[in-house]
């Protein structure tokens, strides 16, 4: 009953910039941590940036100073601002939040969802 959807993934030349958007939606009581991965050709899925629900951010040494994770927590939003983008960026990008669910009876399960992913391509 939850859904993540990505958006906001392209082919870019070095140097250039992209905005991801991840929003959620269905069932949700509350987020708490969401956060950006990515997934490179026969490599293994990676974390670029997290942040928690009062905005506390923690990026990969390989983004720093170059990507930007934000939040808009009334519309369940989380973003991925990518600026000097370089070819070894290229991966799948993917969303992921912690998000509690309430139930009738009032208990809160808390799950971790993943987005689809979207493809970043960094080549001139």
């Known amino acids: 009953q939850v859904q993540l959807v990505e958006s906001g993934g392209d082919l870019v030349q070095p140097g250039g910039s992209l905005r991801l958007s991840c929003a959620a939606s269905?069932?949700?009581?509350?987020?708490?941590?969401m956060g950006w991965y990515r997934q490179a050709p026969g490599k293994q899925r990676e974390l670029v940036a997290t942040i928690t629900s009062a905005g506390s951010t923690n990026y990969a040494d390989s983004v720093k100073g170059r990507f930007t994770i934000s939040r808009d927590n009334a519309k369940n939003t989380v973003y991925l601002r990518m600026n000097s983008l370089k070819p070894e960026d290229t991966a799948v990008y993917y969303c992921?939040?912690?998000?509690?669910?309430?139930?009738?009876?009032?208990?809160?399960?808390?799950?971790?969802?993943w987005g689809q992913g979207t493809q970043v391509t960094v080549s001139s």
């Open positions: 992921n939040a912690e998000i509690q669910t309430r139930t009738v009876s009032l208990n809160i399960y808390t799950f971790s969802y």
């Open positions: 269905g069932s949700i009581f509350s987020i708490n941590a």
